[in-house]
């Protein structure tokens, strides 16, 4: 049994975590968060410890430590522009990190993360569980048969309605979320560049708090994107069934369905790490770059490699 804490226990995605690491029969010993809504920690791990100011959780942590009760793994939920000290204090209070994505919002900080693993001989982890998705994985396999000129043409659409505290809120603030494309889209431009190889072109032709879209090309294909939190860019059709989120990936005119099989790749996830594998920090080297040169790109021109919905506002 390992030994866990979880910074950032409050947040959305905090209860998978959780439930991977009880689901992988280790223990949660410790939580933080400076918010105390954590009730759902009762659900998984009631005895654990908790904290809502970060100087007492570091101490109880290097008591226990002293104690010869050190931690093994901490999982890091915390906000975006948190992510990069969490890991730093981790790997320097002995454990190994398991961190959400992004894992940093700037493409350099991935170097320094290197070097902090060299000097404390501790790991990162991340969580990049679309590489571990079936239907991903399938996508992967067909497109490595497929003869090396050929490239597949992508639209990719991901539209997640929010309400008006978003932009209220860290996530709204580019500086601390890396804005729209670095927030909700970076899994996705990892698992592009998972399928289809190395990026050659990053075009942007939007981007806004609440829209972003551009034009990416792969080794093996050609992306139309767009990322949008508007309720009104998801189809009418999915708005009449009450729907308030659409996603679809379309690959040479062929819908690639990945929409189930979400639930349990958190717990994945904890299992491939705990047998020795996991995704390291060099993997995330790739969409911390391309979310990184899409918040710094300049706008531009809307033509045939815009995504139809960019051309419908335009």
């Known amino acids: 049994m390992k030994k866990f804490a979880l910074i950032g226990a409050a947040g959305y995605i905090a209860p998978r975590h959780m439930k991977a690491i009880r689901d992988t029969g280790n223990e949660l010993a410790v939580a933080m968060d400076v918010n105390d809504s954590v ?32 931690l093994d793994y901490v999982s890091i939920t915390t906000p975006n522009f948190l992510h990069f000290a969490h ?18 919002l700037q493409p350099e900080q991935i170097d320094e993360l290197k070097g902090i693993e060299a000097d404390t001989g501790r790991k990162i982890h991340t969580i990049l569980q679309l590489r571990l998705h079936p239907a991903i994985l399938a996508l992967r396999d067909r497109v490595a048969k497929m ?54 072109e990053n075009i942007v032709h939007l981007n806004t708090p609440t829209r972003a879209a551009g034009y990416l090309e792969y080794e093996r294909a050609r992306v139309r994107w767009f990322l949008s939190l508007e309720v009104n860019d998801v189809p009418a059709e999915e708005r009449a069934k009450d729907k308030r989120t659409f996603r679809a990936v379309v690959a040479n005119g062929e819908n690639i369905e990945f929409s189930d099989g979400f639930t349990e790749l958190h717990t994945k996830i904890y299992e491939d790490i705990l047998s020795g594998g996991g995704f390291g920090v060099e993997v995330n080297r ?29």
């Open 147 to 200: 003869p090396e000129s050929e490239k597949v043409d992508v639209d990719l659409t991901y539209i997640t309605s929010r309400g008006n505290w978003y932009l209220k809120s860290w996530k709204g603030l580019a500086e601390k979320s890396g804005g729209i494309a670095t927030n909700i889209g970076v899994h996705f431009y990892d698992m592009l560049h998972f399928v289809y190889g190395g990026l050659q």
């Open 39 to 70: 009730g759902i920690i009762d659900s998984h791990f009631p005895d654990a410890q908790f904290f809502t100011e970060f100087e007492l959780f570091d101490a109880y942590v290097n008591a226990e430590r002293r104690a010869g009760r050190g």
């Open 87 to 104: 890991m730093q204090w981790t790997l320097r209070a002995g454990a190994d990190a398991i961190c959400e994505k992004p894992l940093v």
């Open 286 to 314: 790739v969409a911390i770059e391309t979310v990184s040169t899409i918040r710094n790109a300049s706008i531009s021109t809307i033509g045939d490699l815009s995504h139809p919905l960019v051309r419908t506002q335009g």
